[in-house]
């Protein structure tokens, strides 16, 4: 039985660390009996040994990082969209990897003083019986740029807030072919290209706020009264597959792709200043993508990805809402345990 932990921090607002520890105290939930039984038996200390701890220092690599990480959303109708984007989305950190967990500590880099985005991003993926990975995601931000492709000049609302909270989990059946560690530890180096499907599922809750509608004044208006957003709140769920990839490449690079679509429901309220109404159009499209380059020479290894998480949501009377969650990673890692050894085939 093997655990792995990919735990990515990014924020000062403590205040949401609440919602961290209750994620990492529900996930035993999705153990099996017998998984749950074993855990049970061991000792408090012996758990994070087994969970969280590689004693082999062959396994073991240290890395810097810069980042970027945003989460924008767009409102739109036949003919116009408004899009609101934060500020400061870039960082930098110090981290460490095995082939249990990855840690990796950054701070948000603010080149915008006067109009920043106040900001906590956290981000947890746990891999368990090689079969399974969930992803959980919390990310909360005040303060966005908007811009329009109509004539209305671009300018930063500070009391436009939203919060979101996704999980998301996929089952891979053929996980001996494919390793998600090797894609993001860096501390191996495959040695075959390899296709596999893999199919699961996602939860998310979105809430989006404001003092007064988000829409910037025009006249004539753009966009119709239910448009006129100063809170909207959406919880669903539903289903996905697509595919996991792993490109090798000549002279130790190797390239991974992977695309997930899905769709499924969600229950949404929206208001305005003087009325506030549930769309009728209860589905949500999602697509998830990532694509990662690796190049591995001796002891070190650097990788550049980026991935994005689309969700696509009707609102009714002809308008409609997408959110957009980005992130992309520039790593350098040094294995302190000797060379990286190669992925064996299967």
């Not at 910037?216 to 697509?242: C, K, M, R």
Request: glycine share 6%; aromatic share 14%; hydrophobic share 35%.
């Amino acid at each position: 039985m093997k655990y792995n932990l990919l735990i990515l921090l990014f924020s000062k607002n403590s205040q949401y660390w609440v919602y961290f520890i209750l994620l990492l105290l529900s996930i035993p939930n999705n153990l099996s009996a017998q998984t749950l039984k074993e855990l049970d038996s061991l000792s408090a200390k012996e758990v994070i040994d087994t969970l969280l701890i590689d004693r082999d220092v062959k396994n073991w690599s240290v890395r810097v990082y810069t980042n970027f990480k945003e989460q924008r959303f767009k409102l739109k109708n036949d003919e116009y969209q408004t899009e609101y984007v934060p500020h400061n989305t870039t960082g930098v950190g110090l981290g460490f990897a095995t082939k249990k967990l990855i840690l990796d500590l950054g701070i948000n880099i603010k080149t915008n003083k006067e109009e920043k985005t106040e900001r906590f991003d956290v981000q947890f993926s746990f891999l368990f019986h090689q079969h399974h990975m969930l992803d959980v995601s919390i990310q909360s931000y005040k303060g966005f740029e908007t811009r329009t492709n109509y004539d209305v000049p671009t300018t930063f609302r500070t009391d436009i807030s939203n919060f979101t909270n996704t999980l998301s989990y996929w089952y891979i059946p053929n996980s001996k072919k494919f390793s998600i560690l090797q894609l993001k530890t860096g501390l191996s180096k495959p040695t075959k290209s390899t296709v596999v499907l893999g199919f699961g599922g996602f939860l998310t809750y979105y809430k989006l706020k404001s003092d007064y509608s988000i829409i910037p004044e025009h006249e004539p208006p753009v966009y119709n009264d239910f448009a006129q957003l100063t809170n909207f709140t959406g919880i669903g769920g539903g289903i996905n597959g697509g595919f996991f990839s792993v490109i090798h490449l000549p002279y130790n690079f190797f390239l991974s792709i992977n695309v997930l679509p899905g769709i499924g429901l969600m229950h949404k309220t929206a208001q305005t200043s003087d009325l506030k109404y549930h769309p009728k159009d209860i589905f949500i499209y999602k697509l998830d993508a990532q694509i990662l380059l690796q190049y591995n020479y001796k002891q070190f290894y650097t990788n550049i990805s980026a991935g994005q998480s689309i969700y696509n949501i009707g609102l009714d009377h002809a308008n409609s809402a997408q959110f957009i969650i980005t992130k992309a990673k520039f790593v350098i890692g040094y294995n302190i345990g000797g060379y990286l050894k190669s992925t064996p085939k299967p």
